[in-house]
């Protein structure tokens, strides 16, 4: 009986190294970063783009373009540290352009990061992309959706970008992209501009609930609004995430940032007349908060990315604020006016 149970014992250790064998792990990163204004400095007749030109009034250089791109790409590659994030969303890029000479001619060329980005019709020409990591990411299809103006008057909006694509594991993640309509000199008509972009964001996320087993969605962008908006809390309907992952609903979405925007009021992506504010936002489906899954976070691994080289001195209100690339009509050589969002996942495959 005994010898028995000893050879019983090694096949089960034995198995066990197999399955081992079978499975790996790794972590990966997904940002979400408004890079304010990153133009080229050539004219696009169809766009009114002439504020960044080199005659226009900030004076926007092939130097000064040059140097925005070599600061987005530090940015993106010290998110990840030495594993450079597996997706990143960007708000406020131009066009193709922008994008190519990011990727193949900054810092950024060492890891083979391709682009998929939206043609909206923005006046001005800014739009919304996610860099991808080939040997992470492989994108299936993709969409621009384009948020439907409440009236005829209204400006263009920037279109939400949607990414269906498969991960390590061979199963699908979908990512939303978008940056929702200003809240500047806001009135009734702005917030109903809004509210539509987040309609359409909540209607293609329940559309992947109804036509997924396990849908796995991840939301982020600029979306100008707090998370405990009325427009986060009631329109795209995402929740705190439970303290216990035995309460979690896989088909409801989450914010990562709820509880760490409620809870501080000295931190945020944005700030305005000194006060910080959290624009920035990361929204998952409860699939990726589940126990047992082979691709899961939590909002621990969710945060604002503030290092000091992204900072300067507040010195009008206090404290710091992010060091941008104009300051007004100044050229400061700056970053953005946005701290960039992040949060790493753990996948079993």
């Known amino acids: 009986m005994k010898c028995l149970l000893s050879v019983c014992l090694i096949l089960l250790c034995m198995e066990a190294v197999r399955a081992q064998e079978r499975l790996d792990t790794?972590?990966?990163?997904?940002?979400?970063?408004?890079?304010?204004?990153?133009?080229?400095?050539?004219?696009?007749?169809?766009?009114?783009?002439?504020?960044?030109?080199?005659?226009?009034?900030?004076?926007?250089?092939y130097s000064r373009y040059k140097q925005k791109l070599d600061n987005v790409a530090r940015v993106i590659?010290?998110?990840?540290?030495?594993?450079?994030p597996a997706l990143v969303a960007l708000c406020e890029v131009e066009n193709d352009r922008v994008l190519r000479d990011l990727t193949r001619y900054s810092a950024l060329?060492?890891?083979?990061?391709?682009?998929?980005?939206?043609?909206?019709?923005?006046?001005?020409?800014?739009?919304?992309?996610?860099?991808?990591?080939?040997?992470?990411?492989?994108?299936?299809?993709?969409?621009?959706l384009r948020v439907?103006?409440?009236?005829?008057?209204?400006?263009?909006?920037?279109?939400?970008?949607?990414?269906?694509?498969?991960?390590?594991?061979?199963?699908?993640?979908?990512?939303?992209?978008?940056?929702?309509?200003?809240?500047?000199?806001?009135?009734?008509?702005?917030?109903?501009?809004?509210?539509?972009a987040a309609r359409l964001v909540r209607a293609t996320a329940d559309s992947l609930f109804r036509v997924r087993k396990r849908a796995r969605i991840v939301i982020t962008g600029d979306f100008n609004e707090p998370p405990q908006g009325s427009l986060i809390r009631e329109t795209l309907r995402a929740q705190m995430p439970p303290r216990s992952r035995g309460q979690v609903d896989e088909r409801a979405l989450y914010h990562l940032l709820m509880?760490?925007?409620?809870?501080?009021?000295?931190?945020?992506?944005?700030?305005?007349?000194?006060?910080?504010?959290?624009?920035?936002?990361?929204?998952?489906?409860?699939?990726?908060?589940?126990?047992?899954?082979?691709?899961?976070?939590?909002?621990?691994?969710?945060?604002?990315?503030s290092p000091a080289f992204l900072l300067e001195e507040d010195l009008k209100f206090g404290g710091v604020k992010p060091f941008r690339t104009y300051y007004g009509m100044r050229y400061q050589g700056g970053y953005s006016d946005h701290l960039p969002v992040f949060v790493w996942f753990t996948l079993i495959y």
């Not at 004219?43 to 009114?48: E, F, P, R």
């Not at 501080?264 to 699939?287: A, C, E, N, R």
């Open 109 to 144: 060329r060492e890891h083979g990061y391709r682009y998929i980005l939206t043609h909206s019709e923005d006046r001005r020409g800014i739009d919304v992309a996610v860099l991808y990591r080939r040997d992470l990411f492989k994108p299936l299809q993709w969409q621009s």
């Open 77 to 84: 590659t010290a998110v990840g540290g030495w594993n450079p």
């Open 148 to 196: 439907e103006r409440p009236h005829a008057s209204d400006s263009p909006t920037r279109d939400i970008l949607h990414v269906s694509g498969l991960l390590w594991d061979l199963d699908t993640l979908d990512v939303l992209i978008a940056h929702f309509p200003s809240r500047a000199g806001r009135t009734a008509r702005k917030d109903l501009y809004r509210q539509e």
């Open 26 to 61: 790794t972590s990966f990163c997904i940002m979400a970063y408004n890079v304010e204004n990153l133009f080229d400095c050539r004219h696009d007749t169809l766009k009114d783009d002439y504020e960044f030109l080199p005659g226009g009034i900030r004076h926007w250089t």
């Open 259 to 305: 509880r760490k925007a409620i809870s501080s009021s000295q931190t945020g992506t944005y700030k305005y007349q000194g006060h910080w504010q959290w624009l920035d936002h990361i929204l998952v489906s409860g699939s990726l908060l589940c126990p047992g899954v082979s691709l899961a976070t939590s909002e621990e691994r969710a945060g604002v990315f």
